[in-house]
């Protein structure tokens, strides 16, 4: 068998249940395939390109007699991701990368010398309590005061630190998900969500948001919607939990109160627990960010994920927590304890002097300006360009729908990106032609609806206004592209 032909059966076979999916650059010259160098990054194969990104391997090293765990699978862990597509070693090496939400900026740096500070401690150096050290804990009590319920939160028994909100999730998706348990996930979603609940033998079930039409002679659309007869319809006696995302991981959506009650209903009446993830807390704009967790009789059972890369600048930190009663939050730690036993020593004394300084400095207020003058550079391009996009409510996305983009049909595409839809031919075309990236949303979806929004993509404003201005005059020369 050819070492193509393995991959494809390795993707393609899977022995558990099927998930479930309801109802449902700049003066660039144009590349053809004549001039198109053989060695150009825009010719590799999928083999070839899987080695470049930076992903752990190809497909030789996968020729093994010991098979690989059918979740790697199921969770389409194996599978070349958009990351990994997307990434800097396989574009231009001056294409401005807005595929990914990381800062090209840097974190404050009185909250650095919280780290510094830690480094040059003794104890700052060695394993932490692994419920967080005691100074981040006070700073999080603290700095949430509060605004989960009518008490300050408790330190020992209704927070928890962890390696980034990517660890703290799935600890709590190890912590309650039993193998069949089915986990409702909205699309398109927050990659690692499908892993959570795969690897932990659970069963994903998705719904999809629906972008909105909004005025057809306005560009700028209003968020996308749920449709909660669809979320109501979804729900089976077999139902364990709802991942909830608000500010919202691509489409930059706000859940209003309105809709997070009638979410609440269903959750109290099905008896469900809700993994609330606003990493993005601290990025709304002009409107009220509620906390899913303060609905009425939802504190019992939801577990907020928070994220301190999203809050300082700062993704390469990992540290993030969980926040919620004692009887979510202790078999969340139980299951952390054995996945890393504790989060990053010094990194968590940065985190804590941020928690501490922030409000007296008013960092916040200042960050969330200064990502509304990032994310008008970006609209602002849209309109000049005449292309439908998503107003952003909070975090650092854009949506933007191409379906009118129109590139030559013997434009030659890899064959990575040729084999998928129509949202990577975009993204790609653009990131070669224009010398930005930015991200397909396909890779968003269950496969059953990957169709369903191939034409949005997603920019990441979170980078410097230069950048940005760069970007915004590059992507002008699409114009001649869209129909
Ligand atoms: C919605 C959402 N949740 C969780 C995470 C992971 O956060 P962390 O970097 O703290 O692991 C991200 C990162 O992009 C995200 O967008």
Redesign the pocket.
Known sequence: MSIRGYICLAVLSSCGRPPVAVALHHGRHLATAANVPADSKAVKTAEDTSTASGAFHTARDLLSPIKHATRLTEGRALRQDVWSVFNAVNLPSDCINLGQ?YMNFPPPDWAREGAQEALCSTMGNQYAHPKGIPRLRKAMQNFYGTQFHERELDMETEMMVTN???EG?YAAFTAFVDPGDEVIIMEPF?D?YLQCVVFNGGVPVFVPLHPNAGDPGKRCKPTWTLDMDTLSRAITPRTKMIVL?TPH?PIGKVFTREELEAIAELADKHNLLVIS?E?YEHLVYDREHVRFATLPGMWKRTIT?G?A??LFAA?GW?V?WLIGPPALIAPAYAASLRLVYCANTPMQGAVAVGLEQAGERGFFETQTNEYKERKAILTDAFERLCLNYTQPEGAYFITVDVSNLQWPADYPFPQNIRDRRRDFHAAWFMAMEVGVAPLPLTDFYCDAHASINENYIRFSYAKDLNTLRSAAERLQSLKRYLK
């Open positions: 939400g980034g909100a990517t999730q927050f690692q995302n991981n993830d990493v994920v994220s890369g999203k993704t990992r993030g």
